[in-house]
């Protein structure tokens, strides 16, 4: 599985917070809404812009749109292990 830069960074920033599992469970509860949750963030990138990059947000999206990709994102979202 590889997982770009990102998606690394997220994952770190999500761990870092702590909610990490709680990002994982959500996309895993949300399953085929994500689809919509992708179109959603296509529509609002101009709104996010400020937020995130052009770049981050189309990761985002294609993390929602397809659900292998979903999936990878879950199993490294539950996987990661913090550097000590």
């Known amino acids: 599985m590889k997982i770009d830069k990102n998606r690394e ?3 770190k920033i999500l761990n870092k917070l702590r909610l990490h599992h709680l990002a994982a469970t959500i ?7 994500n689809l919509l949750g992708a179109q959603l963030v296509y529509i609002s990138q101009p709104i996010l812009s ?11 999206a294609r993390i929602l ?16 292990e913090s550097p000590s």
Do not use: K, V
């Not at 996309?27 to 809404?33: M, Q, R, W």
């Not at 999936?71 to 996987?79: G, K, M, P, Q, V």
């Open 27 to 33: 996309l895993e509860a949300l399953g085929p809404i």
């Open 9 to 11: 960074n997220w994952i």
């Open 65 to 80: 749109e397809d659900p292998s990709e979903t999936a990878d994102f879950i199993t490294a979202l539950r996987s990661f």
């Open 50 to 60: 400020p937020i995130i990059s052009l770049e981050q947000s189309d990761d985002l």
